[in-house]
């Protein structure tokens, strides 16, 4: 019987490759991707003229916010200074202390008239929500040491932001008897004009130690 000399046929790599290719965009389509999460924030639009890259803000109108460098938080504004050793304690769940949130409401909103709080100043509004006196002059100043942990400075803002989330929830409340999230465009917007988020973010400098 005679022996075949039939060659086996070699595979094609080219169409390999192919295959490769698309398995990995369909991979790539198809799959979740675990994020890291941040802040959804809108940032105030760049300055207009060279005039305005310079503000004169008053003590009374200013709080800082200063995570040092052993991450922890000092609030001070003219009122004096509060120390938060950790996360929790920002969140106001151990120490006794007010809650960061708390703090940066109270010093957004003035509701006392104090003096040593920001100026409060008679704006409109337009319907329903009217002429009301706000602290339009105010700014929180965010800052932290060079070698602050990313977890601690995240965690200060997010509370910072939190404070103007729940006002603007106060205040979709109490003016158009709905949540924030039910509003339209046009009442989210004044409810935005009504508490601007005044956020200043300093570059990280060597502060140092703690109280």
Do not use: C
Not at 59 to 79: D, G, H, I, K, P
Not at 145 to 150: F, G, K, L, P, R
Not at 195 to 202: F, G, H, L
């Amino acid at each position: 019987m005679a022996k075949s000399n039939r060659k086996v046929p070699g595979l094609n790599a080219s169409s390999m490759a192919d295959v490769s290719f698309l398995l990995l965009t369909f991979f790539l389509l198809v799959s979740n991707m675990d994020v890291d999460s941040g802040l959804a924030r809108r940032l105030p639009p760049p300055p207009q003229s060279e005039e305005q890259t310079s503000v004169d803000v008053q003590r009374r109108n200013l709080l800082v916010v200063l995570v040092n460098a052993q991450n922890e938080t000092m609030v001070t504004n003219q009122q004096g200074t509060e120390w938060y050793a950790n996360e929790a304690e920002l969140r106001g769940e151990v120490g006794g202390k007010p809650a960061l949130k708390d703090k940066v409401k109270e010093f957004v909103l003035n509701t006392s008239n104090s003096s040593e709080l920001p100026e409060l100043e008679e704006q409109d509004f337009g319907a329903p929500i009217g002429v009301v006196p706000v602290t339009a002059s105010h700014v929180v100043s965010i800052q932290n040491d060079a070698t602050t942990s990313y977890k601690a400075y995240i965690a200060v803002q997010n509370e910072v932001v939190r404070a103007y989330n729940e006002l603007r929830e106060e205040g979709a409340r109490k003016y158009f008897n709905t949540s924030y999230g039910e509003l339209t465009e046009e009442q989210k917007t004044q409810i935005n004009d009504l508490y601007p988020q005044r956020i200043s973010e300093a570059e990280p400098k060597n502060y140092g130690g703690g109280q």
